[in-house]
């Protein structure tokens, strides 16, 4: 039985167009990105998965439109615990909109995890709810694992989410991997096919 949980990025938003800081926000994909989806779609790059395979989506327009696009209508649940990060006031500006902002500038450059954005979340807390989101993935994986215990079916399970999300959730399974969690970023659209053995994480492909 082969076990996979694919962990795909959404495509394309203004967002990352503008390189903007943004998480909470409700983006729909731009027409960039819906263009480039398509062609990573008709070009091969995304799992053929099978009937019951298990999907998520984190509910946020951009990972709902995305999942369509690449696995068309299909039943699907939300793990809003694998949202991106919350900026607070500072969503959807950019770098050099914040760069002189006290407040922003003192949350870059926190190495103690808990300065905090009005409105948002601390890096503590996101890494804590990142946390919690992937074990709630893992347990439902877990489940379809054992579903087919016993018939030999492939274990699989795609999530669409987001960029810090999965660089936290990669970073977390395979510490050793990569310097930082940040060497994990997917460009939109792309990510990880993740594969395990007894029930642990055993390795990984990138998927671009």
Known sequence: MVSKIYLIRHGITEGNQKKWFYGAADLPLADEGIAALEKAASGGI???IPEDADCYTTGLLRTEQTFELIFGERNHGVIRNLREMEFGDHECKSYEELKDN???SAWCWDETGEAVLTGGETKNAFAARISAGLRELVGYHRLK???????????ITV????????????QELFP???GS?????PEPGFGYAVEF??????SFEEIK
């Open 145 to 155: 694992e054992l579903s087919h215990r016993h018939d030999g079916k492939d274990a």
């Open 102 to 104: 006290e407040e922003f």
């Open 197 to 202: 053995k007894d029930g642990e994480p055993a």
């Open 159 to 170: 999530v669409i989410c987001h960029g810090g999300v999965i660089s936290a959730v990669m």
């Open 46 to 48: 995304y799992p053929q």
């Open 176 to 178: 050793a991997a990569k």
């Open 181 to 185: 969690m940040w060497d994990w970023m």
